[in-house]
């Protein structure tokens, strides 16, 4: 009878291989190097789409945050006392409660955990309806290159903008 060694090299023949070659160990790993900067740029999407979601949510907040005050304080709201023009700048804190609540208001905003300080807002009156509108700087969260800025104020482009309008 006749015994096979097949562990031995020559018994597989000269043209062939055992094990994987250099070339191919370098191109699995450039194979992975890509898909793991692939990942990587999702993930920092995300997180950029993450931001922009929270500064909207915080906006939203805000403007009902001073419809509350409003409604508390309704009276003066009727007469006028918080109507103000859009502006970037927190207000001046005053004597009335108003001018207190507008001002408490957009401090709070304004708030480096907030929206930052290139929040804007303006508030609009027509009779018992108020228009409060916020707007501000969201180019940290977005890297859409091929979208137009929104409308410019105060040479300023208000890329994100929440505009809420109630009835008191």
């Given at each position: 009878m006749k015994s096979h060694n097949?562990?031995?090299?020559s018994s597989?023949?000269?043209r062939s291989q055992r094990g994987a070659g250099l070339i191919e160990v370098l191109i699995a790993v450039l194979i992975m190097g890509i898909g793991?900067?692939?990942v990587a740029a999702m993930q920092a999407t995300a997180l950029r789409n993450n931001q922009?979601?929270?500064e909207r949510t915080q906006a939203t907040i805000q403007t009902y945050s001073i419809l509350d005050a409003m409604?508390?304080?309704r009276q003066r709201a009727i007469a006028g006392d918080y109507n103000m023009a859009r502006t970037c700048i927190v207000p001046a804190t005053g004597g009335t409660l108003a001018q207190k609540d507008i001002h408490n208001w957009f401090a709070d905003m304004q708030n480096t955990h907030s929206m930052g300080s290139g929040a804007c807002a303006s508030i609009a009156q027509n009779g018992n309806q108020f228009v409060v509108t916020v707007d501000w700087d969201d180019s940290r969260a977005s890297s859409n290159s091929e979208a137009a800025p929104a409308e410019?104020?105060?040479g300023v482009a208000a890329r994100n903008r929440v505009v809420t309008a109630v009835r008191i």
């Open positions: 097949f562990n031995s090299a597989l023949g000269p793991l900067l692939g922009s979601a929270l409604r508390a304080n410019l104020q105060d």
